[in-house]
Structures are given as C-alpha cells and as structure tokens.
C-alpha cells in the first residue's frame, strides 16, 4: 500500500524495535523505545481530544528539543491537529503574534522558553510537555484518517523585522520528499545492518523541517536513535558523541563553526592540513587524537 500520510508512516513506528529517542538534560538522561514514543503519541491524541482540540485546530509548540515534542507532534498528526512549531529563543510578543494569527486553540510548553505563561499564554491554554505521561496505553477516537491535503503544520519566519509569514506544510508535503528518501534506505539497509542503530546527535532545531525529518521521520526507517541534549558547549557535545557513540552529528553551520574552533584550540595540529594525495589511512592516523576524542563510532556532521 503506497504511503500518502503520516498515518502510513505511524503503521509501522510501533513496530519498529529498540531505543528510539534519549534525552540528557545536563544532570540525568531518559531512553525512550519506539513502541513507548507511538504509545505516549496516542495517549496524549486522546488527552489533546478530551481537552477539546478538533481536526484542523492550530496548536502551538514552543519548546527545546526533547522527546515529548516528538510524541506530541505525532498526537497532532494522528488527530488532525495543525503544529505551529516555534524556536524555544523565540521571544514571548513573536509568539502571541503568532498565535493570533492561526488562531491558536493552546500552547505546548518546553522547560527552557524565555518566558513562560503560568496555566494561560494570553487566552488560551498552556500545556506543559515535561507533564506528557510516558507508559499509557489510551487511544482517541477518530472520526477519519489523515487526508494527504490535510494540513499539517505551519512553519513561521521569526518575524524579526516584519509580521511572521507562515509555510503551509501539507501530509502530501512531507510524505513527497520522505517517500523517495525511504525507498533509497531501503535499496541499501541490509549493508548497513553492521553498523545499526545508527545514532543522531540531533542539535537541529525541531520547528525546522530539516531538524524534524532527522529526528521524526528518517530514524525508523533505519533503524536509528536519536540524541537530544540541552546547550551547545562543544566541550559537552564531544563527550556526548564519544560516550553515546553517535554516528552522525546534525547541526546549523553557526555550531559547526564553533565545533571547529573548539577542534583547533584543543587539536592545534589540526590546523595544518595533509599534504595532497596522502592516503586516507595515513590522513586519519595523522589525525588519530581528533578519531579519539569523538569515539570511533563518529563518521560526519550533517549540516
């Protein structure tokens, strides 16, 4: 059956095995298995129902990368809630601004936000996702499947100079570019299994599609994990690629330029680069302290 919404893709989330999504705040960590996110995303559709959202409500989420973000993002999907996503640096007045103009029916709310609304943001509802319960079982009851025009979300401008403009992002949208994308993994999963579960430090912002299709959508095609920390130290980051044996790093080219300055203070020798031709082997022993300190498991940046 070809796939023409999120809903195809959801089919298959929870049967997808093993660690999905981790979550290390500075202080602890949280795992969480595929099965539990598709779980939590069901639970908290019937909890989103029960509050009184409906299909084609627009609901805010403002908030730092973490797992219930994900969880909620697949609830909406399922229920035919539009995501407005926004940058949880994004100031208070963007986002009231923003709500106004989709008519924002609530707001979902990260611990790291610049402001945060206590119970109601302007007139209406504020929901915290550290609340989002983990290991329920509830389903909502819905009176269709996703449409492959239905909307799914709308991505805003930050609105810095002007009045936010927003993307329309259908399921059409989205299923267009992830299709092809999975249809490539699979030519090529079975030399891959060695390697599995490929790991993502994902330091994308989720109001971005690219940071969503790296942490949402491509992982459980793989199978991957996926990594989310809170801040941007790249002294941090190194010891999380190392110790959490990350496979690929995601990230915006402003903190890929500080991970290199970080690289040269740290690794000076690598500010002097091979001579032309030498053999990969070569080049990475030259190299070897930098191989090291990021673990072995590390292959690239994605940027």
């Known amino acids: 059956m070809p796939r023409e919404t999120l809903a195809d893709l959801f089919a298959d989330f929870g049967r997808a095995r093993g660690d ?28 989103l129902q029960a509050a009184g959202l409906r299909r084609g409500d627009a609901l805010l989420f403002w908030s730092e990368n973490r797992p219930e973000w994900i969880a909620a993002f ?8 539009v995501v407005v996503p926004l940058d949880h640096r994004s100031p208070l007045d963007l986002v009231e601004r923003v709500g106004t103009k989709v008519s924002a029916r609530g707001i979902l709310l990260g611990d790291d936000v610049p402001a945060r609304p206590d119970g109601q943001a302007g007139a209406i509802p504020a929901w915290r996702l550290a609340d989002l319960e983990w290991g329920t ?3 909502p009851v819905l009176d269709r499947q996703p449409l492959p025009d239905d909307v799914l979300e709308v991505i805003f401008t930050s609105g810095a100079t002007a009045e936010p403009k927003g993307v329309i992002i259908t399921h059409r949208n989205v299923m267009a570019n992830v299709v092809p994308v999975e249809r490539e993994i699979l030519k090529y999963r079975k030399w891959g299994r060695p390697f599995f579960p490929l790991r993502f430090l994902d330091l994308l912002p989720l109001s971005h599609m690219f940071g969503q299709a790296l942490a949402t959508f491509i992982p459980p095609m793989l199978p991957g994990m996926v990594v989310f920390v809170r801040g941007f130290n790249p002294a941090e980051i190194v010891e999380q690629v190392r110790r959490r044996r990350i496979s ?3 990230l915006v080219p402003k903190v890929l330029e500080v991970m290199r300055e970080h690289v040269l203070r740290r690794f000076p020798e690598t500010a002097v680069p091979p001579p032309a031709g030498e053999h990969v082997a070569r080049r990475w022993w030259r190299y070897r302290a930098v191989h090291r300190a990021f673990g072995l498991k590390c292959w690239c940046f994605v940027v």
């Not at 202080?27 to 969480?32: A, E, G, K, L, P």
């Not at 697949?74 to 809630?81: D, E, F, I, N, R």
């Open 137 to 139: 079982h509830e389903r």
């Open 74 to 81: 697949w609830a909406c999907a399922l229920l035919g809630v």
């Open 20 to 47: 999905f999504l981790v979550h290390d705040n500075g202080f602890r960590s949280w795992t969480h298995s595929y099965a539990e996110v598709a779980a939590a995303a069901e639970a908290y559709a019937a909890r």
């Open 248 to 250: 690929a790093i995601a």
